[in-house]
């Protein structure tokens, strides 16, 4: 059993900066492959990013390329999405999840079997 909390969340002005953090505890963190997700009131909740169970593969979602990085320190069982240039439209509930049956990044949720609470994040204008 894997549990994930997040943290980092909270507002910022449009062009701001967050770190958001993913502490998991139980399981065998560093086997598996974890994904960062966002859900916008009203939407479906979408990949943000991924990164492989060695860190050594990331990948992301379009709209978040070259403003988002997504990384790991499998000692300290942490993932992390730093978020810069952050815009309204990025507002939303994140929630980090593991794939524990695959060792590369998937963009499906439903390939995510443990998912943490989620942090909110908040762009203003």
């Known amino acids: 059993q894997v549990q994930l909390v997040e943290s980092g969340g909270g507002l910022v002005q449009a062009g701001g900066s967050l770190r958001l953090s993913c502490a998991a505890s139980?399981?065998?963190?560093?086997?598996?492959?974890m994904g960062w997700f966002r859900q916008a009131p009203g939407k479906e909740r979408e990949f943000v990013a991924g990164i492989s169970w060695s860190g050594g593969i990331t990948y992301y979602t379009d709209s978040v390329k070259d403003r988002f990085t997504i990384s790991r320190d499998n000692a300290a069982k942490t993932v992390y999405l730093q978020m810069n240039s952050l815009k309204p439209e990025d507002t939303a509930v994140y929630y980090c999840a593991a794939d524990q049956r695959s060792n590369y990044p998937r963009t499906s949720k439903q390939a995510y079997y443990y998912w943490g609470q989620g942090t909110q994040v908040t762009v203003s204008s």
């Open positions: 139980g399981g065998t963190f560093s086997r598996y492959a």
